[in-house]
Structures are given as structure tokens and as C-alpha cells.
């Protein structure tokens, strides 16, 4: 069964830098793309970006190319989002999800980070 | 960026009943490669977005065949039939045809 665990969200500081993590299991994570997608309260999805399976290649949103950065470890099977200066927009359920082709498969349960003082 | 208009907003359906949601996208989502990468998620109530369909219309693992999807170009729907209980949340499609990949803003299926 395919399992993705998000972990490392809670309450931030503006201006302050969080680092989210993705406990994958039961599949191969060499083999996959990974992505985070994130979700405002109340609000719709929004893709972050995406890395290839030995991070050569690594995609994000224009808009959070600066303040976001994705890596991974294969051999702790870990998916990471370090994330920098952070406001208030930045408030949402993130979400990493595996990505087989070019679409996201499946889908962590997502791990809350509110920037708040 | 490309938009991806989703409509309706809200859609009041019977149980029993057929729902059809639609997404247009600002341009083409037709790849260099000749694939068009156009998929649909439902996110039911206090959950994580789960696949439904793949590129355009292939459903994946798990979905029933009362869910279709259809379409090309810049212009794709979504018909659920027999609507059940559980298909009730928020509806999405997500364009991966280009950077950087974006979703519809969704629709939500409840209830008439």
C-alpha cells in the first residue's frame, strides 16, 4: 500500500524559515517523481513544484521559486520542503504527492503550517 | 500561467442522478509529444485530493466507470452518473501540459 506521511508543520514566525517533510513507503521511491502541492484555508489547490528521481531536474511555481526548495534523500525514502521568509499567504495544508507520469498519483494527508506572530 | 476555468461552482445534484463539470483551459493543453495532460481529482471533506482521471480520460486504479472524462484542445468535462453519497466534495482538474502546472478552482458537488 502505497503510503506518504507529511511531517514538520505547526506554527511559524513571519520571516521565519519551517523545513516540511514526506515519509515515503510501500512502493519504490527511486523510481518516482515527487511533488507539493499546498492548500490555503478554505481555498483551492496550488501546485509548488516537483523533483526528478535523482533531483537533477527540479520544477516550482514561478511565484515561490525564491522562498521554496525541494529536495529528496533515496536512501531514507524522504521527500523535503525547506521553506524560507515566510507570510501570512503562506498559511495552508501542504501536500506531497508521488507523480508516475506527469499527474500526481497519491497523496499524503497533508501537514498544516500557520505563519502567525 | 495557464487559467483553468472550472464551472459550475456548485452543482446540486440528485442522488441517483448525472453531473457533468466542465474545464476550459486559456490554451491549448495538447503537448509537444502529442499527449494532453488534463486530469481530474475529487477532494471529499476533511481529506486529501485523490486521483480520478488521467490524462483526459483514463480512470484511475480503483474509480468506478461512473466516472468519465472526455475532451481535447482547451476544453475537457467531467460526467459522474448514478451520483452516490460518497462522490460528494470538491472537484478539480489539473493541466501538466505546462509550467508552471495548475488546477481549476474548483467545484463543489453536494447535494439538491
Known amino acids: 500500500e502505497v503510503k506518504l506521511v507529511e511531517s514538520g508543520g505547526g506554527l511559524v514566525q513571519p520571516g521565519r524559515s519551517l523545513k516540511l517533510s514526506c515519509a515515503a513507503s510501500?512502493?519504490?521511491?527511486?523510481?518516482?517523481?515527487m511533488g507539493w502541492v499546498r492548500q490555503a484555508p478554505g481555498k483551492g489547490l496550488e501546485w509548488i513544484g516537483e523533483?526528478?528521481?535523482?533531483?537533477?531536474?527540479?520544477n516550482y511555481t514561478p511565484s515561490l521559486k525564491d522562498k521554496f526548495t525541494i529536495s529528496r534523500d533515496n536512501a531514507q525514502n524522504t521527500l523535503y520542503l525547506q521553506m524560507s521568509k515566510l507570510g501570512s499567504e503562506d498559511t495552508a495544508i501542504y501536500y506531497c504527492?508521488?507523480?508516475?507520469?506527469?499527474?500526481?498519483?497519491?497523496w499524503g494527508q497533508g501537514t498544516l503550517v500557520t505563519v502567525s506572530s | 500561467d495557464v487559467v483553468m476555468t472550472q464551472t459550475p461552482v456548485s452543482l446540486p445534484v440528485s442522488l441517483g442522478g448525472q453531473a457533468s463539470i466542465s474545464c476550459r483551459s486559456s490554451?491549448?493543453?495538447?503537448?509537444?509529444?502529442?499527449?494532453?495532460?488534463l486530469h481530474w481529482y475529487l477532494q471529499k471533506p476533511g481529506q486529501s485530493p485523490q486521483l480520478l482521471i488521467y490524462?483526459?480520460?483514463n480512470r484511475f486504479s480503483g474509480v468506478p466507470d461512473r466516472f468519465s472524462g472526455s475532451g481535447s484542445g482547451t476544453d475537457f468535462t467531467l460526467k459522474i452518473s448514478r451520483v452516490e453519497p460518497e462522490d460528494l466534495g470538491d472537484y478539480y482538474c489539473?493541466?501538466?501540459?505546462?509550467?508552471?502546472?495548475?488546477f481549476g478552482s474548483g467545484t463543489k458537488l453536494e447535494i439538491k
Open positions: 504527492a508521488s507523480r508516475p507520469s506527469r499527474y500526481m498519483a497519491y
Open positions: 490524462r483526459v480520460s
Open positions: 510501500g512502493f519504490n521511491f527511486n523510481d518516482y517523481w
Open positions: 489539473l493541466q501538466s501540459t505546462h509550467f508552471p502546472f495548475t
Open positions: 490554451q491549448s493543453l495538447v503537448h509537444s509529444n502529442g499527449n494532453t495532460y
Open positions: 523533483i526528478n528521481k535523482d533531483s537533477s531536474t527540479i
